[in-house]
Every structure is written in C-alpha cells, then in structure tokens.
C-alpha cells in the first residue's frame, strides 16, 4: 500500500453506474472496431510497436479480464484498493505485452470483431449476477468487483483515446466513462504529490488539491491548473507531455506551484 494512498480519502463511485459505463465504453470499441479493414489493422498507434490489431485485442484482453476473473475462485481477501492500482500497472507491462501479442495473433478479420462480440456479450452475463463486494483475482492483486470495473472504465478511455488517434477519427465516449477515468486519474495525482496549495480542476468532472505547501482554504486559489477531460487523460498517462500541453494552451496554469509535469504521468 501506497503510504500517500492510505492517508488519501477514497472517492464513492456507483457500482450501477459504472457497471453500465463498462458495457457502454466497450459497446463504442466495437463499433469502432466492426468496420476495420486489414490495412487499419496494420496501421502503427502511439503504443511502442503495437498495431491496431494489438491494441483491439488489448481491449478485448482486458474487458475479458473481468469475465476470466468471475469464473474463478474468489481469493479470501482484498489485497489491492482503488487508489494502489495506478501505482502498481507498470511492472506487469511485460506479461500484459506478451498476453496481448499472443491474443492478436489468434485473431484477424473476421474473428477479430467476433472476439469483441463474444466479450461483451459474456461481461453482461457475468457482471449481471455478481454482487459489487465479490473479490476477484487481477494482475496487482485481488480487487472488489467494484473497484475492478472502475479501473476497467479507465483502461476503456485511455485505449479508445488510442484507438481514435491510430485511425484518424473521433470514437464517442460513454459520459460516466469519461467522468470515472478523469475522477481516478485526477485523484491518483492527489495520491503522487499529496498537499493543498494546487487546485487541479478538469471540469465538468474533477477538482482535487495537491502538492505540498501553503494549504488554500478561502476565496480564488493562487495555484490553480485547469483543462478539459481528453487533455487530462493524456497528461495523466504520458501520452501528452506538459510542456506541450502548456504551450499549445491545452492547459493553463497559474501560480507559482502550478508546474505539476514533474508528477505526471500518473499512469503508465
């Protein structure tokens, strides 16, 4: 457990809510995916050396994920909370690689997209029957059911953020999607450079204070960082760098601690 996560006060997320978010966000990859040619396949993302072939099964692996996990048995206890897993993706990015590779290579057109189908038509099923307190088993180690789709939410708009830019066209974003990645992202920042003297605002979706200092308490913050969800998302996992961000006006920041870069990612 992170220290700064244990002293961190753990935002409340509708399970229902979020539930729908899962199927929804995931509905919107399908879409995406149906039309695909082999050359979109074939096109390079801003991933390493991934493809869109590996990035579509990538998402198809990690919604499936809560699927193979409800299938087994439940470990005794939770060993992972919410706010852990953005710290604790990185050292399994290998496995994850190579899970993906193998995933990719066993599907191309048309089964790709009856992968997909197959996917969300199995985490309906088995997200329906399963109570928000079921303990399943993950890569960072065993999770709420609850906790698990809401991190399922932001692997679903970071990789559709992906998808869009590989292929060069807007994919739509489930609203309460997009509300829980931006509110996870925005409070592991808090969790990375705990304190009160920034206030980072993502509207219409997120405000939380960070970064030690002088803590504000009244009237209009003399730190303050502001821009818009997609902005966010893509300083949040380092697919956008701050400086760019600043200089091309994405974000504004005003105040003499309001250079967060050197927090960010807070995902990768």
Known sequence: ??????KARTRSYDPVK?????????????TAAAALTPEQLALPTRLGDWTVRELVAHLALVTGSVVRALRAPAPPGVETELLDWPFATARFTSGIDDDTRVLAAAHDLPDLPELLARTAEELADAVS???DDRVVATRVGAM????????RC??????????AAALGVEI????QALATTTRLLADALAVKAPGGSVEVRVPPFAVV??????RHTRGTPPNVVETDPLTWLRLATGRSAWGEALESAAVSASGERADIGGYL???S
């Open 18 to 30: 979020t539930r729908a978010a899962v199927l929804a966000q995931f509905g919107e990859v399908r």
């Open 1 to 6: 457990m992170s220290p700064a996560r244990s």
């Open 154 to 163: 932001v692997e679903l708009v970071v990789h559709t953020d992906d998808l």
């Open 209 to 214: 204070q960070c970064v030690e200092g002088p």
């Open 144 to 151: 709420r059911l609850a906790d698990y789709l809401v991190t």
């Open 172 to 175: 739509p974003y489930d609203r």
């Open 265 to 267: 990612p807070v995902l």
């Open 129 to 131: 029957q399963a109570p």
